[in-house]
Every structure is written in structure tokens, then in C-alpha cells.
């Protein structure tokens, strides 16, 4: 099992960046423009079991997860657990933190591939993906929660 681990700090309460990730429509606004998320079902409220349905398409490749929150504490932390994806294994902790006036957004995310004996080839892309890729969300985040103020 890998980790990866980024973290930023964005200029806003640690409610709003909590409430912020509670919201599912948020997630296309915050995907990169090389990558299209569409959301399978109906998120009325994320709670603790809530279990989302994701179509993702990076170069041209669709790839479906079914993801469950598995632990919520309001308002630092929500968990989820990929229960279907092109991973064996996706744990993914949003940490939220609040620093004096800023809040500090971590994403710390456990993987493992699902082919062992390709692992020590795919996991530098895969890691270079996972950090192009949150960088993006962490930036678009902090536009978007610092245009509010």
C-alpha cells in the first residue's frame, strides 16, 4: 500500500471548507479539465454510509466507482472508502484544520493497485496523476471558497 498526502491552506472557517466537501455538486466544479466526473445517482445530504455513484473518463477511459463515507467528524473529517474502482484498494481523508484565520484542506489518500506484480512500474504515474490532480482541486478550492469572503 501507497500514500499520498497534500495539504494547503485556504483562507475560510473550517465549517465552510467542511460543508464544501459535504456537497456533491462540488465535485465536478473542483475535477480537472482533463477528466470529466458525472455523478450516477442522487446525493441528497452526504452522511455516514452515504454511498456515491461516480462515471470518471481520463484519456478517453471510463471508469465507474461506487464510493461509501465511512467516517464523518464534523467538521474535520470525512473518510471514504472506494468500494468499486480500478483500484484494489482507495481510502481517501479530507482533513480540515483550522489554523488561526486559514484552514488548513489535507487529502491523504491509501492505495493499492490491483495488479502486485506491476506495482513498482504503475505507482510513479499513478502517484504523478493523484498530485496533478489534487493540486487542481486544492487550487479551485481555495478560488472558490476566497471569492465568497
Known sequence: MKTFEISSLI?????ELYAFHLDVNNLPKITPPNMKVTL???????????????????????????????????????????????FYYFRHQHIFTQKGDLCELRDVVEITLPLEFMTKFLYPFVLKQLQLMFEYRHSITKKILEQKK
Open 40 to 86: 450516477l445517482n442522487k446525493v441528497e445530504k452526504i452522511s455516514l454510509g452515504t454511498e456515491i455513484y461516480l462515471r470518471n473518463v481520463q484519456y478517453y477511459v471510463p471508469t465507474y466507482w461506487r464510493v461509501r463515507v465511512d467516517e464523518i467528524r464534523e467538521p474535520n473529517l470525512l473518510v471514504d472508502l472506494a468500494l468499486e474502482s480500478p
Open 11 to 15: 483562507d475560510c472557517r473550517v465549517e
